[in-house]
C-alpha cells in the first residue's frame, strides 16, 4: 500500500525561496565583505612595512657621511635633507598599488643624528568595504622601521 501524498497549503509555496534570499542577504554577503577586507588588510599591512623598511634603508644610506668615516672613522650622518625625497620616493615606488588596493600611504621620517639613526613610521588609510554604505570611517593601519647605518673597514 503506498503512503498517501502530502498535502500542500498554497501559502507555502515559494517560502524556502524566500528563505534562502534572506539568510544570503543577511548573513552570507556580509560575511564574504568582512573576507574580502581582511585580505585586502593583511596585504596592505605586508606592502606598507615592505616600503617602510625600504625607505628606512634608503634614508639611512643616502645620509650617511662617507668622507667623514674615511677620514676619521667616525659614522655621523650629513645635515643635508636630500635623503628624504629619496626616502620618500621610494616609499611611494614601492606602493605601485594604491589605487588598485584602495589605500593611501604616508611616511614620516625622523634622524637621529647623535647615534647615526634613521626612524621610519608609516601609516596607510584604507577604504573597507563593508562601511560602504554604512557608519564607519576608515581604517588606520600603522608600521615603524629603523635603520642604523654600519659602515666597515676595507681590509
Not at 645620509?63 to 621610494?90: H, I, K, M, P
Not at 634622524?111 to 562601511?131: E, I, K, R, T
Request: a neutral charge.
Amino acid at each position: 500500500m503506498a503512503s498517501p501524498a502530502p498535502i500542500k497549503h498554497k501559502g507555502e509555496c515559494g517560502s524556502s525561496l524566500a528563505w534562502t534570499a534572506l539568510v544570503l542577504s543577511i548573513i552570507l554577503i556580509p560575511l564574504l565583505t568582512l573576507i574580502t577586507d581582511g585580505g585586502r588588510l593583511l596585504t596592505v599591512r605586508s606592502r606598507l612595512q615592505t616600503a617602510t623598511d625600504a625607505a628606512c634603508e634608503d634614508a639611512a644610506w643616502s645620509a650617511a657621511d662617507y668622507r667623514t668615516f674615511r677620514e676619521s672613522g667616525e659614522v655621523t650622518f650629513e645635515q643635508n635633507y636630500v635623503w628624504l625625497a629619496r626616502a620618500q620616493t621610494t616609499f611611494y615606488q614601492s606602493l605601485n598599488d594604491q589605487n588598485r588596493l584602495g589605500y593611501t600611504a604616508f611616511i614620516h621620517v625622523t634622524p637621529d643624528f647623535q647615534s647615526a639613526l634613521m626612524a621610519c613610521s608609516s601609516s596607510a588609510q584604507v577604504d573597507l568595504l563593508s562601511g560602504a554604505g554604512l557608519v564607519g570611517s576608515p581604517l588606520t593601519i600603522s608600521t615603524a622601521s629603523v635603520s642604523r647605518i654600519r659602515f666597515r673597514n676595507a681590509p
